[in-house]
């Protein structure tokens, strides 16, 4: 079980949108939910096969198809929640078409981002190597100089100059502590609670950032709310699960405003 919690966690939203079309398009031939799952498994990939064959099982024990996929706890709560309208609705063909068109809009917007961020990582990886050609090398050249012709050089020159010796004779060092570091703080980033919400506030106050933060959040937001409004979920469900999709402590916590006023009997817009 543990096995299979770690594999699911790998899959990603490309394997999951044509997961999704494949059992829509099956449904809508009417084939038989346990029969759907076998073909599945048989053409699907170790990890997927993997899930597909708990949730067939639980199915054969006469489980729903809800509850099936929820015990593999595998599944996030949005996905759970369309699964449940379909079945009880009868429509998990068309539940599932939407979904498929919700994952693959995801993996899009992914890809983008990924694109938006690799100039950005290249010009800073390019300034990195430039420096440190620049104090390997050339600062060397002009210690000589200083030195060959008896010169005390300036303040700057002299900081300058040091850096690049400390470079050159500990480099050793150095690398050791950069391998040390970038996985523990990578860790931290990941498991602390204090550290992620920094960097969540953060990504709302730096000018470029914060707008394609925004925008992002927007978009998945808006994306998830409309699937499952449109599905049957009650608006005040439906906000709830698209504000934990957008996994997001500081804007989940904003939006629980917005779905305790609507509780309260207030308009969805006020």
Same mark, same amino acid.
């Given at each position: ?17 044509? @997961? ?58 949005? *996905? ?7 079945? =009880?609705?009868?429509? @998990? ?27 950005? /990582?290249?010009?800073? @990886? ?7 050609? /620049?104090? =390997? ?31 050159? &004779? ?10 040390? &570091? ?12 204090? /550290? &992620? ?6 990504? *709302? ?9 925004? @925008? ?7 994306? #998830? ?9 009650? /608006? ?6 698209? #504000? ?12 629980? $405003?917005?779905?305790?006023? $609507? ?8």
């Amino acid at each position: 079980h543990h096995h299979l919690k770690h594999c699911v966690k790998k899959i990603k939203d490309k394997e999951i949108r044509i @997961l999704c079309r494949q059992m829509g398009i099956l449904l809508e031939s009417a084939c038989e939910i346990t029969k759907m799952i076998d073909i599945l498994i048989n053409q699907s990939n170790r990890k997927i096969s993997n899930v597909l064959s708990q949730t067939s099982n639980h199915i054969k024990r006469g489980n729903s198809i809800t509850k099936s996929f929820q015990k593999s706890e595998l599944f996030s709560t949005f *996905f759970i929640s369309m699964i449940n309208t379909g079945e =009880v609705s009868g429509n @998990l063909d068309k539940v599932m078409y939407n979904l498929a068109d919700y994952y693959d809009k995801e993996y899009k917007l992914k890809s983008k981002i990924k694109t938006l961020l690799i100039y950005p /990582i290249i010009l800073i @990886l390019l300034s990195v190597v430039s420096m440190i050609i /620049i104090m =390997v090398v050339v600062i060397p050249n002009f210690e000589m100089i200083f030195i060959s012709n008896g010169i005390n050089p300036p303040l700057l020159t002299r900081i300058l100059i040091n850096v690049s010796t400390f470079i050159r &004779t500990k480099y050793v060092y150095i690398i050791i502590a950069i391998l040390i &570091t970038i996985p523990i703080s990578i860790h931290c980033i990941k498991n602390s609670t204090k /550290i &992620t919400l920094i960097k969540n506030n953060l990504k *709302f106050k730096i000018p470029i950032i914060k707008n394609i933060s925004q @925008l992002i959040i927007t978009t998945r937001f808006c994306r #998830a709310l409309s699937i499952l409004v449109e599905s049957g979920i009650q /608006i005040v469900d439906s906000i709830e699960i698209s #504000a934990k999709i957008i996994d997001d402590k500081l804007t989940y916590e904003k939006l629980s $405003i917005s779905k305790e006023h $609507i509780q309260r009997g207030n308009n969805i817009s006020d």
